[in-house]
């Protein structure tokens, strides 16, 4: 039997090869690599994808949530508030932007942001950032509602496509920041990412930070960096970009033929969609209770089944975080995830045979 992988670039790439061999070939014509056309292109088309005015390319995603940050001008040291359930970068990057995060806990059923939670800890803090993790929306209009004046940065490294009650990711906060890792819906060849906005000054202010502060050659307006989108990645994205809307709805029917497949099982939670959510299913992760998500997982890969884990060690417990004074209880439903989260292999081109292998192989792992 085929080893079955968490994700799979090969068939993606299969899909977009014609079409990004001819760009790159165009890209090393010209040599413009950096500052190309095809990334003021890929910025328009990715602008208009999220409903937005305004896409600033990146060279990472980390970057972007920095940069976001960074023009928004908040005072040195003040608090961001964000979920305890998270990748790193989150909260990586309200440290590298010279801000406190101020963690909170998630919702028991989605496993986004509680809002409850998060006005709470809002006053004397100068940001919210929510994060659309697995592939749908944190309940954003109770979100901006509970912030008022205080502006909202969105963390949608998970959710390109996704929306909620039919308006897209990267459209609702102040600001908006995404990752275009090679695993994400939209992938690049390497890394890359985007800053996502509505508004003239905050664009202009990051795309200035993000090229050494400088507008004009050798004119540095403002302490800035360089975390600019080079043009062959650009060239990928555009051919990809094309396709995202109906590589989504492959992943909404892939997660759909999962539920059928293994919803009966004992022992397994599916993952849900909160309503109002147009879910894109970045990740289809599961729950397994009782301390057999590790065993499950070993018998998983053993049998040649790329499963994984989202993630094991939450923020608030890393050794890099620990000087913000949180320990094991702080955050008990962020920690009680990260001991059952089990994310079973999906992307557009997952066939149905793979995914009946995939869910015959978990059955027998939670029946031993």
């Known amino acids: 039997m085929t080893d079955i992988p968490l994700v799979d670039l090969q068939a993606a790439h299969a899909e977009v090869a014609e079409e990004v061999r001819a760009g790159f070939d165009r890209v090393l014509a010209t040599g413009a690599y950096i500052k190309g056309p095809d990334v003021a292109e890929f910025e328009a088309e990715y602008a208009s994808f999220c409903e937005a005015r305004h896409a600033v390319g990146t060279a990472n995603g980390t970057d972007a949530l920095e940069l976001a940050l ?39 059923d989605y496993l986004l942001i509680d809002p409850a939670l998060a006005a709470e ?15 749908q929306l944190a309940p954003m209009e109770q979100l901006l509602e509970i912030a008022g004046e205080t502006p909202v940065i969105e963390d949608g490294a998970q959710s390109q496509g996704a929306k909620r009650h039919g308006r897209a990711s990267g459209s609702w906060g102040r600001i908006s920041a995404t990752s275009f890792y090679p695993g994400k819906n939209l992938g690049a060849y390497g890394d890359a990412g985007a800053v996502v906005t509505d508004d003239d000054r905050l664009a202009a202010a990051v795309r200035l930070i993000g090229d050494h502060g400088s507008g004009r050659k050798y004119v540095h307006e403002r302490f800035g960096f360089n975390s600019r989108m080079d043009t062959l990645q650009a060239v990928v994205l555009r051919a990809k970009l094309r396709r995202l809307p109906g590589w989504n709805v492959l992943r909404r029917a892939a997660a759909a033929r999962y539920d059928e497949l293994v919803g009966g099982l004992d022992g397994l939670r599916l993952p849900g969609t909160m309503p109002g959510n147009e879910h894109v299913w970045h990740l289809y992760a599961v729950r ?11 018998k998983l890969q053993a049998a040649g089944v790329g499963a994984g884990v989202h993630y094991p060690v939450p923020v608030h417990l890393q050794p890099a975080f620990r000087e913000l004074g949180h320990g094991v209880g702080s955050f008990p439903v962020t920690e009680r995830a990260a001991g059952e989260i089990l994310t079973l292999p999906l992307f557009p081109q997952i066939t149905e045979s793979q995914q009946s292998r995939v869910a015959e192989v978990l059955a027998k792992a939670l029946a031993g």
């Open 70 to 108: 960074r023009a928004l001008e908040l005072p040195d040291g003040a608090g961001v508030v964000l979920p305890a359930n998270t990748f790193v970068a989150t909260a990586e990057a309200v440290v590298r932007a010279g801000l406190r995060p101020v963690l909170v806990d998630c919702d028991p």
């Open 121 to 135: 800890a809002l006053p004397g803090a100068a940001a919210l950032m929510p994060v659309h993790l697995n592939g």
């Open 288 to 298: 397994i209770a009782d301390g057999r998500r590790d065993e499950v997982l070993g």
